[in-house]
């Protein structure tokens, strides 16, 4: 894994975000046997980018910041998509052994 993703975690998420990122690369390599590559790491960047904008949607408020959200999700989910078909098109017959090594990348 390049050294610049792994910097772009850390500088990019919050504690709780980084524990959301490492949660959903642990379940997309065990359940759905996506391997351990660069487009895993951009696939659950942007699950996380999305779990942020969830938590910080306004219920109600401005139009204006409404629709900057609404956008942005309709963004972050076209890249999600992209990276999901790559990584299906991918998948292992069994989960990558390789997950703790990418785990423990992000963790240090």
Do not use: W
């Not at 050294?3 to 975690?9: A, G, I, N, Q």
């Not at 391997?35 to 938590?55: A, Q, S």
């Not at 299906?88 to 990558?96: M, R, W």
């Amino acid at each position: 894994m390049r050294k610049e993703l792994k910097e772009k975690f850390i500088q990019d998420f919050t504690p709780r975000e980084k524990a959301f990122f490492l949660k959903k690369a642990r379940e997309v390599i065990t359940r759905k046997r996506y391997p351990v590559c660069e487009d895993l790491f951009h696939y659950c960047y942007f699950h996380t980018l999305k779990e942020r904008i969830r938590n910080i949607s306004p219920q109600s408020g401005e139009g204006y910041l409404r629709f900057l959200l609404v956008d942005g999700v309709k963004d972050i989910e076209e890249a999600m998509e992209l990276y999901e078909k790559r990584l299906e098109k991918e998948k292992l017959p069994s989960p990558d052994p390789t997950i703790y090594k990418f785990i423990e990348y992000f963790s240090e």
